[in-house]
Nanobody
Framework: QVQLVESGGGLVQSGGSLRLSCAAS????????MAWFRQAPGKEREFVAA????????YYADSVKGRFTISRDNAKNTEYLQMNSLKPEDTAVYYC???????????????WGQGTQVTVSS
């Protein structure tokens, strides 16, 4: 099993940047696909980005491709999401997740953090 804790959220102006971190603990962190999802009030949780267990492959939702970068440092048991050129539509609670299976499917992930709020103002 793995435990996940997000941090780094906050308030930023449109066009600005934030870096989210997800600190993981557990025995098998390096063997999991890691991902970021987000959820705005009244909306379903949606896929943002995922990265393979060894960091060799990354996947992005079309809405964030070219603006967000996912990375992981297995030695530090940490996953990151660098968010650039932020837009108001990026406002949501962001969750990190660990699991396996289809990278963009919420059901592929067995472990979730508590979430961190990202608010982008105009």
């Amino acid at each position: 099993q793995v435990q996940l804790v997000e941090s780094g959220g906050g308030l930023v102006q449109s066009g600005g940047s934030l870096r989210l971190s997800c600190a993981a603990s557990g025995r098998t962190f390096s063997s999991y696909t890691m991902a970021w999802f987000r959820q705005a009030p009244g909306k379903e949780r949606e896929f943002v980005a995922a990265i393979s267990w060894n960091g060799g492959s990354a996947y992005y939702a079309d809405s964030v491709k070219g603006r967000f970068t996912i990375s992981r440092d297995n030695a530090k048991n940490t996953e990151y999401l660098q968010m650039n050129s932020l837009k108001p539509e990026d406002t949501a609670v962001y969750y990190c997740a660990a699991g396996s299976g289809r990278y963009s499917y919420v059901g592929s992930y067995d472990y979730w953090g508590q979430g961190t709020q990202v608010t982008v103002s105009s």
